[in-house]
Antibody
Framework: EVQLVESGGGLVQPGGSLRLSCAAS????????MSWVRQAPGKGLEWVAN????????YYLDSVRGRFTISRDNTKNSLYLQIISLRAEDTAVYFC?????????????WGQGTLVTVSS | DIQMTQSPSSLSASVGNRVTITCQAS??????LNWYQQKPGKAPKLLIYDASNLETGVPSRFSGSGSGTDFSFTISSLQPEDIATYYCQQYDNLPFTFGPGTKVDIK
């Protein structure tokens, strides 16, 4: 069964940094685009970033570009999101999601999410 | 960015009733439109992809239609386990964007 398990969230002060991880299993991780999607408390879903199978292409939401860095390690079946200069508005549950086999952004599997809270 | 709107923002219906949610894109997105179900405290679940294709394992009471800018999502016979928030999502253009969600409740 396909599994995505996020980790690395927590309470961080404004201006701090964090690295989120997503461990993938039961599918050929290196064959899929992967995305991060976040959800602020009580709010809707917001796509944040994605990365191509070999890591050669990365795309970001304008409001996070320069502060968020998506990466992957196909030898470890893992996806990462490095976040710096954290702001209160970054407080959210961060989900990793697999994109469809055709390379389309059809998010067919999601992790359970990891909560990032930015507060002093 | 492509803006996605949904209506209604919430609805309440009786078990067995038909429920329809609409989603509108701010520009033509062809059929690059997906629908997700999210229950409280859980991750979203893909129900419909490419506007009208039912994801494997999803009950056939769920359906989707539309193309261009106007889309709809229907639950043909609402069940208690369908209580959730439903989101549409476009992937025609980056950034991929979601609608604000429609919360479905049982009357």
């Amino acid at each position: 069964e396909v599994q995505l398990v996020e980790s690395g969230g927590g309470l961080v002060q404004p201006g701090g940094s964090l690295r989120l991880s997503c461990a993938a299993s039961a599918f050929t991780f290196s064959s899929y685009w992967m995305s991060w999607v976040r959800q602020a408390p009580g709010k809707g879903l917001e796509w944040v970033a994605n990365i191509k199978q070999d890591g050669s292409e990365k795309y970001y939401l304008d409001s996070v570009r320069g502060r968020f860095t998506i990466s992957r390690d196909n030898t470890k079946n893992s996806l990462y999101l490095q976040i710096i200069s954290l702001r209160a508005e970054d407080t959210a549950v961060y989900f990793c999601a697999r994109e469809g086999a055709s390379g389309s952004a059809i998010f067919d599997y999601w992790g359970q999410g990891t909560l990032v809270t930015v507060s002093s | 960015d492509i803006q996605m709107t949904q209506s209604p923002s919430s609805l309440s219906a009786s078990v067995g009733n038909r429920v329809t949610i609409t989603c509108q894109a701010s520009q033509d997105i062809s059929n690059y439109l997906n629908w997700y179900q999210q229950k409280p405290g859980k991750a979203p679940k893909l129900l419909i992809y490419d506007a009208s294709n039912l994801e494997t394992g999803v009950p056939s009471r769920f359906s989707g239609s539309g193309s261009g800018t106007d889309f709809s999502f229907t639950i043909s016979s609402l069940q208690p386990e369908d209580i959730a928030t439903y989101y549409c999502q476009q992937y025609d253009n980056l950034p991929f964007t979601f609608g604000p969600g429609t919360k479905v409740d049982i009357k």
